[in-house]
């Protein structure tokens, strides 16, 4: 892939894409007004064909997709076997293609060839011809390009969700994330460079504002969807069998995720702000790591985590910077109580006591020959 024009414009500081302009600050208002647009053309776009490629991709993934409409966005995950996030996207269907868009492109591709097996479906890195442009308003509107008739324009589902979330607060603040990714030729990127703009910083600093997710920045190795409240756009608990369900539904139902997000509220004395994977400590230990930070136009230095589920909730943390320790305000994401949504009905004790003397009492089990 080419240089972006938007990297050419004044001010752009940032590659390969433009982190900002000169003030990320006035940048997140513009996005918030719903005038700017956002380069993202350094993600990928794959496209799934076949008329077998909404069945599979409904096998294979988190969501329930078999019967998605064209023009709705949705998104899905690819689990490993123990239930840990390896894959990530974003989706939409034109009733033809399947379109999804993606930071890990070519894994997303290596995985689905892999699973083709007899399926008639037919998977194609197609970032060579399109860029994906973000925004929250109308900037785009009539500018994305188009595919047996349908706009490819993503809109995030974080703000109306349908699957389950375990966040309390209220209102959510991703009611007003009103985010969409706009598919556009590559080729013709630079035509979209008449619009206001905003660098990845100002998306960001919205981003963790409305504690959403993203694929590049709060998951690990060891990332379960529960812990970043993910169930409440990327998760269907109603679909059949796939690769890493036991552990959706194990941890939903009966147990608590290891893990939790919380938004920081961060001093803002020190004029730092701490990099991903700096510790977060409370009571002398390491609590979890931050995953994401930003200057926020009003809320001022924030950032994401993930701590141990145990931590105290309205405890004040400490991000450690360098020999810096600020101190951080928490916004609970995902409570330590999130999970054990099946109420397991308890056996009276005199009947427990009646069942292990029975258990105790009967004859083993002859050897087998």
Excluded at 342 to 348: C, L, T, W, Y
Aim: charged content about 20%; hydrophobic content about 45%; proline content about 7%.
């Amino acid at each position: 892939m080419t240089g972006s024009p938007f990297s050419a414009l004044d001010g752009a500081v940032g590659d390969p894409v433009a982190e900002h302009y000169g003030n990320p600050v006035v940048e997140q208002r513009r996005l918030v007004a719903g005038t700017a647009v956002v380069d993202l053309s350094d993600r990928g776009v794959v496209s799934v064909t076949g008329a077998d490629r909404l069945t599979w991709l409904d096998s294979l993934t988190t969501q329930a997709v078999a019967t998605l409409a064209p023009g709705v966005g949705t998104e899905l995950l690819q689990l490993d076997p123990n239930g840990h996030v390896e894959l990530a996207a974003h989706l939409i269907d034109d009733g033809e293609t399947a379109w999804l868009l993606t930071e890990t492109p070519a894994e997303w591709v290596a995985w689905l060839q892999r699973m083709r097996f007899r399926m008639r479906v037919e998977v194609a890195d197609r970032g060579d011809e399109f860029a994906t442009l973000g925004t929250f308003g109308a900037a785009l509107d009539g500018r994305a390009a188009e595919a047996n008739g349908v706009p490819l324009v993503w809109v995030d589902p974080w703000s109306a969700p349908t699957g389950h979330t375990y966040a309390t607060a209220q209102p959510h603040p991703g009611e007003e994330w009103t985010y969409r990714e706009v598919l556009v030729p590559r080729t013709a990127l630079a035509e979209y460079t008449d619009l206001p703009v905003a660098g990845t910083l100002a998306l960001e600093a919205l981003r963790i504002a409305a504690w959403r997710p993203r694929f590049g920045r709060e998951v690990d190795e060891r990332t379960i969807p529960h812990e970043l409240d993910w169930l409440r756009t990327a998760v269907s608990l109603g679909k059949g069998c796939y690769r890493g369900q036991e552990t959706i539904a194990k941890v939903h139902n009966l147990g608590h995720p290891p893990r939790r997000l919380v938004m920081l509220h961060l001093d803002g004395s020190d004029a730092v702000l701490p990099p991903s994977g700096a510790e977060v400590e409370f009571g002398g230990d390491v609590a979890g790591r931050v995953t994401s930070s930003a200057l926020h136009h009003e809320l001022g230095p924030i950032a994401l985590a993930v701590v141990k589920r145990r931590t105290d909730p309205a405890a004040t943390l400490g991000v450690r910077v360098d020999d810096t320790v600020v101190a951080a305000a928490q916004e609970v994401a995902v409570p330590d109580d999130a999970g054990a949504t099946v109420e397991v009905p308890r056996m009276p004790r005199s009947l427990a006591r009646r069942a292990a003397a029975a258990a105790a009492a009967r004859p083993a089990d002859p050897p087998v020959e």
